[in-house]
């Protein structure tokens, strides 16, 4: 059977043909899946016949909404989304003055095991397809009846780790017929994967990257993120370095900020000197204390940030979205599978 939805406008529309359709119903049947038909009787302009020739050769991927909260606080909705395998991810929804932007997943689980996050507890069970991440923006969108402007990969999974359908997904939320969401309005984060990074530069989508730094030191950095025993921070920043020079793109710095970890004068400092030569955005992120973790956030925000904007980088701090509703990525996904165990 096809994922159908996971095809591109080219694998669609060799489709098409294969089943002795005129072009045209390429469009027609690209546009009904970007508007989250759940069957394919709900594609109406299109014949009896046709419609029972997709059935029989295409899946529909349809995901359920397992659990939603809103946040009293700022109006943040979380999906856990349950998919056709029984799997579940998260999906979250974040509401600005300059528009909602949908923060999805990439993977069930996540197999780069970074210590302060909740998304890796109990490691990587499979990876998603384009369908399943493009699902996450459709019905969102859809069961919120928020329009959709803006979105961030940085829920759980690692994007560099399932790029081949992240790129697909990316050329499928881009399209006109589609949702058209333009890849300026599009972020993705990576833990440091250098290769995909290298990757994208050479692609140049004009999307933003997002990097998980969390600290600019090898010996920090070793312990709070496992990635970094492949890819080193030398040469992460020399990648980024090279990204910057390709696509004139700046990148921004996620960074976590734990207490008595990565939250010294010294690496503020270092961090500093890395990015000498290149624009970049330092993002600091209160940490959300997570039970399993001995980590705990940071008492020294301000004056770390304070050290950066002094030396000429740009630093905010993440205003912190629906600390009610468990909005951290992984964490309601978590408590779903501590009680189904």
Same mark, same amino acid.
């Given at each position: 059977m096809t994922d159908v939805k996971s095809l591109s406008r080219a694998e669609l529309s060799a489709l098409v043909a294969e089943l002795g359709e005129p072009g045209f119903r390429a469009k027609q049947i690209f546009t009904w899946l970007q508007k989250g038909v759940e069957s394919f009787d709900e594609m109406t302009n299109l014949s009896k016949p046709l419609r029972q020739k997709l059935a029989e050769r295409c899946t529909l991927t349809v995901p359920a909404a397992e659990r939603k909260q809103v946040s009293r606080l700022d109006g943040t909705i979380k999906y856990l989304w349950r998919l056709a395998d029984g799997n579940c991810i998260e999906t979250v929804i974040m509401r600005y003055q300059h528009g909602n932007t949908v923060c999805v997943s990439s993977e069930v689980g996540c197999l780069m095991g970074c210590a302060f996050c909740a998304s890796t507890v109990g490691g990587l069970v499979r990876r998603l397809t384009p369908a399943e991440i493009l699902d996450q923006v459709i019905f969102s969108q859809k069961d919120s009846g928020l329009p959709i402007s803006n979105i961030v990969l940085m829920g759980i999974g690692e994007p560099m780790d399932n790029l081949d359908a992240v790129l697909r997904f990316l050329e499928l939320v881009n399209d006109p017929d589609g949702l058209n969401i333009g890849m300026r309005h599009i $972020?993705? $984060?990576?833990? +440091?994967?250098?290769? +995909?990074?290298?990757? /994208? +530069?050479? /692609? #140049?989508?004009?999307?933003? /990257? $997002?990097? $998980? /730094?969390?600290?600019? #030191?090898?010996e920090t950095r070793n312990r709070l993120m496992p990635v970094n025993r492949a890819y080193p921070v030398e040469e992460l920043f020399a990648a980024c370095h090279r990204y910057f020079q390709e696509t004139g793109r700046r990148i921004s710095f996620e960074y976590a900020m734990i207490d008595g970890v990565n939250d010294h004068d010294w690496q503020a400092d270092l961090i500093v000197k890395n990015l000498k030569g290149m624009p970049g955005h330092v993002n600091l992120i209160p940490l959300n204390d997570v039970r399993e973790s001995p980590l705990k956030p940071s008492r020294r925000v301000a004056a770390f940030q304070k050290r950066l904007e002094r030396q000429g980088v740009t630093a905010t701090v993440r205003r912190k979205l629906g600390g009610d509703i468990d909005a951290s990525c992984g964490q309601l996904r978590r408590k779903t599978l501590n009680l189904e165990e």
């Open positions: $972020s993705l $984060s990576t833990c +440091g994967i250098v290769p +995909g990074i290298q990757r /994208l +530069g050479e /692609l #140049d989508l004009q999307l933003t /990257l $997002s990097v $998980s /730094l969390h600290a600019p #030191d090898n």
